[in-house]
């Protein structure tokens, strides 16, 4: 079972809490809102842009969404050597030429969030990048971010290990 490490001994954390969480998808949505782009879907990046994603879609008031499965960070600071794409995959020939908001948890080194604006930009898409947070270090600047850290941060969803039968 993946869950992010236990964060309890790591200094110079982030710590987002559910209320926080709630605050920061109206603000970032009030952000995208403000800038004119008005995606017609929106896309998370799986598994950490879940959430977000859902909240960006009903906050924006966009009903078409979908995810794209990306495995890069392994543990706490810990990576694969480049992000690959899982199946399932996403449904590219519904989405050419549309406006797409791609949407994930954090740009920290960048690499999963650029794999996926790239893929879609190939397509012919309209595509724009939103994350809660984003680090200097990422090797490309999300369009919209609620805030930026370069902490390692703990989201209310991955801060604790899977639940288990109890028997």
Not at 87 to 92: K, Q, V
Not at 114 to 143: E, F, Q, W
Request: proline share 7%.
């Amino acid at each position: 079972m993946a869950y992010h490490a236990d964060t309890t001994e790591l200094t110079g954390k982030e710590v987002l809490q559910w209320d926080e969480f709630g605050v920061a998808m109206r603000e970032l949505a009030q952000t995208i809102a403000d800038s004119g782009f008005h995606p017609e879907v929106i896309i998370a990046i799986a598994r950490g842009g879940l959430l977000p994603a859902g909240a960006l879609s009903y906050a924006l008031g966009v009903k078409l969404s979908d995810a794209m499965n990306i495995e890069f960070y392994t543990d706490v600071e810990q990576t694969l050597p480049d992000p690959i794409l899982l199946e399932p995959l996403l449904d590219t020939e519904s989405i050419k030429g549309k406006k797409l908001l791609i949407v994930d948890d954090v740009a920290d080194s960048g690499r999963t969030l650029k794999m996926a604006v790239d893929m879609l930009a190939d397509l012919g898409a309209d595509v724009r990048s939103a994350v809660i947070y984003d680090k200097p270090r990422s090797v490309v600047a999300p369009d919209y971010s609620w805030k930026a850290t370069d902490q390692w941060i703990v989201f209310p969803w991955s801060s604790q290990p899977p639940v288990t039968p109890n028997n």
